[in-house]
């Protein structure tokens, strides 16, 4: 594996059997980590129907972790009914730490982003435009823009912590 890419579902506080098909692991509303269909190994080679597709253009070596979160939202002043928690978030950020020790993987842009920053890096797939994750509501302050680096902090303060 070679890498961790962050979502949110734009669903509801808990994973669904279709985004389970999507995502190795998904984090609902108590912080509670969800095990996918598919295990991260699965998409070492994609082949169809056998992996976690939750990235277009970027699922080969590729850890699908998502936020069960956000459906409804519209910007930071319209999250809809279903925002990130503070504990789901945390849960999420110490639970991608665990990941990058047990895949021996450093906490970098390369190894750790969002789907939103897959996108904006590989500007001719399918995740040009995913806005997921672009604002975390307990720390309103961070732009979309910062939001890759202020989720490695938070990742690299869990690994250093001794997750």
Known sequence: MKRIILHWTAGTYYPTAYEKEHYH???DK???VHNGKFKPENNEV???GNYAAHTGGGN???IGVAICAMA???N?????KYPITKKQFESTMEFCAKLLNKY???ITPQTLMTHYEFGLKNPK???AGKIDIIYIPSYPWVTKDEVGSFIRSKVKWYKLKGV
């Open 76 to 80: 930071g002043k319209n999250t809809g």
């Open 72 to 74: 409804g939202f519209v």
């Open 104 to 106: 021996k993987l450093g």
């Open 125 to 127: 797939t399918t995740s």
């Open 46 to 48: 994609c082949k169809p």
């Open 60 to 62: 080969t070596g590729s």
């Open 30 to 32: 108590d912080g509670k």
């Open 25 to 27: 692991f998904l984090v």
